[in-house]
């Protein structure tokens, strides 16, 4: 009887207004294809799939239902198992499977044949209705005589009474054939005195006396509450006009082991619990209303089973909203109005019987419906048949459209069928785990499964409206006047409380395998592009973050790098340094943003396909190596003008990267084409100008892949030159990768004769503390002039370190404020060409500060520039220099001085890098400026190949100019 607007799905083939809205023509699939082109081919395919496994196991629950009826109504004696309990399972496990079979052959041969039989089904089904309306109204004038027996107010099992209702009856007695066999004189005088043989009544106990008493013995010791309650009967059905609704109206949840017991009948209570011997009616499980909505929710689930079958409506703007507002408006209507009839006229206690154990087993709305019971039992037989088959019509078409879909690729098989299109292979999958179903054969255990499924498949239906209407999506424009997104959140909200509400860890297991089915579609389903709407909603997130980034610069505690990864291909338009990516992605582990570009030679208006050609690749080497990110193909004439708009014009709003990748020129002095090097030291240049950080992997062939970690080892880092912390925070994000995990840390720093190099070492070491950066420390002392042509800087002068050490010992308020100032001042800092040839400016930069007031000091702390005094003192030992523009004249009219100068250096620095990192795994050092002069090009080239000489692995590091790591976090 529950089963009633499932017979009006055929008919109907109820769909949503989305589905209107969105599509003119609704193919198969049903609520899957409105889902997977609202939400994505992720969630449409895990929730379709959910929905799927839903109908087919409501096709197991309405086949077993039908069996039910038949074995228990119609034909009892047709059970081959006898007995309660497992016997009645195997039963249903045995017809099911038989009647699956046959539904399934059923629908093999055509659905025709099923649209058929459909007028048939809700023929029986609308009989049935109208004799349960006509039989409540004939109990308001005449109930049907149908009792139940009562102890006091508790139920006893109709099994057991045998129409003897009380505890003791009369039987009468024969005296001539009690004498023949007893032998026992006891005649009868009358009046007369004439011996007569006129039958004695004589008491005796009920059956129902062996079951409260040890024995049938009147005198036998009794049940307590036996001896203080009597039996009674009453009407299990008292009618219309009874007024029974009063006592039905409220809620009477029992626990497991509960007697049935109506409160309106008065009890002797003073005896102890009902003991699970005496033959009352138990509540086999424990009840509550979260219970049986789990229980009850999938007979009233049918409201979208048609719309599995879309695609066979002729016009489907206008069948589906018709179909789908009838269906709902009756289907509520028969429900509101039969739970209202039910409660008006039959008894709480029947009510409460799951079993019918009080009435025999008998069923009770059968006995209200007028004129026969058979009417309803043939309905209900005919109702769960036709759900039935609706089910296998509907499943294996909806496992067909996402199988066409090819989403989801070991499904593919099932997207074919017969010639007219019929879904075979499907069928087949349908009726395999139909099977599963019935196996199970308890509807309790089987109604909760599918109800969480169909929860979730109405949860993203609401989801899908809501979020096309609060996107303001273009094409959505639905036709229904009175629809507000908020109905559908309303709708939503109230999927997900039932979920949970009806079955907690059901709720969680369905999400666990729809969350499965969506990792799966994401990792290794066919990517599909339908428009869907959480493209839009990323896009709306994606605006929003993008203008929040621009409300103000980056705070240092935020700094990460954002990489651009510059390429190159080869006349086969192959990555010439794959590893180069490799390096990147076990830098970034995935995490952050990463635009991988390259430059392709020529005209954008002849070379636009190259320019795809080119991105695919780096598309299809990013996807090898995993790297989360975008891709950008700039053609130009030249590469060094691609590259230069490459930098310039890369990211978006406060999404831009901050840290350049490139390779470096090997065989650069064979290179017949000088434009190689060149290019890379203009892209040196240009993200000097951009204030960009510049990364440089020397030997990047002998780098490790991602598959070879490296053993253990250290990451030397030789800070000669401050860099903002570039070359600190470096090690810490490589070791976050499985590639560099088990590598220790030794950071080296300069220091030259006259510095204080224990006291330095205890300042760095305190500083890496603060900063919660494990590494060990190490202080090399050179002589001045092995380091003053590599750069003009000091590292951790004495004054730095004084202010350092003042700033660790500030509260915590003025820690707050210091933070807020190191924030401030990266707004300002950029960092000099470090070793070029204009770095004579210093003694400028000292008259402008001397000018200013000093207003640069902490600016000149940052950058540890030379003092005034150690300026004097280099220019008092290099005559012809006591100004910049000497410094310069100098630089142009003695080149050879300068270039030894400089490989003296170099060669210096090496011979104590190699000594002291010749086993490192990798070695970062500060990378030093070219020449603002380009005709020392070739001599910058040379001074970086002596500095590395010898080493394995390089990473040449040259800071962006501001702090990128601080203690104040």
């Not at 309660?84 to 499977?97: A, E, F």
Request: proline letters at 4%; a neutral charge; glycine letters at 8%.
């Amino acid at each position: 009887m529950e089963l009633y607007q499932d017979i009006f799905l055929p008919l109907t083939l109820t769909f949503t207004e989305i589905c209107e809205n969105r599509y003119h023509n609704c193919e198969t699939g049903g609520s899957y294809f409105m889902i997977s082109r609202s939400l994505g081919p992720e969630f449409g395919g895990a929730v379709g799939l959910c929905f799927y496994l839903g109908t087919t196991f409501a096709g197991a629950m309405y086949i077993l239902g039908a069996i039910e009826i038949l074995l228990v109504y119609i034909v009892p004696e047709a059970s081959i198992f006898k007995g309660d309990g497992s016997s009645m399972l195997n039963n249903m496990r045995v017809y099911g499977s038989i009647c699956l079979l046959l539904m399934s052959l059923l629908v093999f041969v055509g659905v025709k044949y099923v649209n058929k039989l459909a007028s048939i089904f809700l023929a029986c089904v609308i009989v049935s209705i109208i004799s349960i309306y006509i039989g409540a109204l004939v109990s308001a004038f005449h109930p049907p005589d149908f009792t139940v027996c009562m102890l006091g107010n508790r139920t006893i099992n109709g099994h057991d009474v045998k129409n003897q209702c009380r505890k003791t009856f009369m039987e009468s007695i024969n005296k001539t054939a009690e004498r023949s066999v007893s032998n026992i004189t006891a005649d009868y005088e009358n009046s007369t005195g004439e011996v007569t043989h006129e039958p004695a009544l004589v008491e005796k106990p009920t059956k129902l006396w062996g079951h409260f008493c040890l024995s049938q013995a009147l005198n036998a010791t009794c049940d307590e509450y036996f001896n203080a309650n009597n039996f009674s009967e009453i009407q299990a059905i008292p009618g219309l006009a009874s007024g029974i609704i009063s006592e039905n109206l409220w809620s009477s949840y029992l626990s497991k082991g509960d007697v049935v017991e109506k409160s309106s009948l008065g009890s002797s209570h003073a005896a102890h619990p009902a003991s699970i011997e005496r033959p009352y009616v138990f509540a086999d499980i424990t009840t509550s209303f979260t219970l049986l909505v789990g229980i009850f929710f999938p007979s009233v689930t049918g409201i979208m089973a048609g719309s599995n079958r879309s695609g066979d409506l002729k016009d489907a703007q206008r069948s589906i909203p018709i179909g789908t507002i009838l269906a709902i408006l009756t289907t509520s209507l028969v429900y509101l109005s039969s739970v209202g009839l039910f409660g008006a006229c039959i008894d709480g206690v029947v009510l409460r019987d799951k079993f019918g154990d009080s009435i025999e087993n008998k069923l009770v709305v059968g006995t209200l419906a007028w004129p026969t019971p058979w009417v309803i039992v043939i309905g209900s037989f005919f109702s769960t048949c036709g759900a039935g088959l609706q089910s296998l019509t509907g499943a294996p078409r909806l496992l067909q459209a996402i199988a066409k879909d090819n989403i989801i690729p070991f499904l593919r098989v099932f997207g074919h069928g017969k010639a007219n299109g019929e879904p075979t292979w499907a069928l087949l999958l349908t009726a395999l785990i139909a099977e599963l179903g019935i196996l199970i054969a308890s509807l309790d255990l089987v109604a909760p499964i599918l109800t969480m499924f169909f929860l979730m498949c109405y949860l993203f239906v609401n989801l899908a409206c809501a979020l096309q209407t609060l996107l303001r999506t273009p094409n959505w424009r639905p036709r229904f006047s009175y629809y507000h997104w908020t109905l559908s959140f309303l709708g939503m909200t109230i999927c997900l409380a039932l979920m949970f509400i009806s079955s907690w860890y059901y709720a969680i297991v369905a999400m666990v395998i729809a969350g499965m089915i969506y990792k799966y579609i994401e990792y290794h389903g066919a990517e599909k592009e339908w428009g869907d709407g959480i493209r839009g909603l990323s896009l709306s997130a994606a605006r929003y973050a993008l203008l929040r980034l621009e409300e103000g610069p980056p705070h240092t505690k935020n700094w990460r790098p954002q990489l651009l990864v510059l390429l190159k291909l080869d006349e086969d338009a192959h990555v010439k340094s794959p590893h180069l990516l490799t390096f990147a992605s076990q830098l970034k582990a995935g995490k952050g943003l990463t635009i991988v570009g390259t430059v392709v030679s020529g005209n954008f208006l002849h070379s636009f396909g190259e320019a795809l050609a080119a991105e695919q690749t780096l598309k299809n080497l990013m996807d090898k190596e995993r790297v989360k990110g975008f891709c950008q193909c700039i053609v130009a004439q030249k590469a060094r003008e691609g590259i230069s708009h490459m930098i310039q014009s890369s990211g978006l709003g406060g999404m831009k990267p901050n840290t350049v990748v490139m390779g470096w020129p090997h065989a650069w002095r064979q290179s017949e084409d000088p434009q190689s090097w060149k290019t890379f030291i203009n892209t040196v240049r240009v993200t000097t100008a951009a204030h960009l950080a510049l990364l440089v992997p020397k030997n990047i062939s002998l780098f490790p892949s991602n598959s070879e970690p490296c053993a253990e080892g250290y990451i030397d880092v030789w800070w000669i030159v401050h860099d903002g912390g570039m070359l600190m925070l470096l090690p810490f994000l490589l070791r976050q990768h499985k590639v560099w995990r088990k590598c220790g840390m030794r950071i080296f720093t300069v220091a030259q004769m006259e510095d204080n190099s224990i006291q330095m070492k205890k300042d760095l070491a305190t500083f890496l503390y603060h900063l919660r950066i494990e590494a060990e420390v190490e202080v090399v002392e050179m002589h001045d002039s092995d380091i003053s042509a590599y750069t003009y800087e000091r590292t951790l002068m004495m004054e730095q370190r004084s202010q350092m050490l003042r700033q660790m010992r500030l509260s915590k308020s003025d820690r707050e404020r210091e933070a807020q100032l190191v924030k401030d001042r990266n707004s300002m800092l950029r960092l000099t060409s470090i070793g070029s040839d204009d770095d004579d400016d210093t003694d400028g930069g000292e008259r402008d500060r001397a000018a200013s007031g000093g207003s640069s000091e902490h600016h000149r702390r940052v950058q540890m520039t030379w003092t005034k005094e150690k300026t004097s003192h280099y220019r008092a030992t290099h005559s012809g220099c006591s100004t910049p523009e000497g410094f310069r004249d100098m630089l142009s009219i003695r080149p050879d001085h300068s270039n030894v100068r400089r490989m003296h250096t170099a060669v210096k620095l090496n011979e104590v890098i190699v000594n002291k990192s010749h086993d490192a795994r990798l070695v970062l050092l500060n990378m030093p400026g070219p020449p603002k002069n380009t005709e020392g090009d070739e001599n910058y080239m040379e001074f970086l190949e002596v500095l590395t000489e010898g080493l394995e692995r390089v990473l040449l590091v040259r800071g962006g100019g501001s702090e990128v790591i601080t203690i104040y976090s």
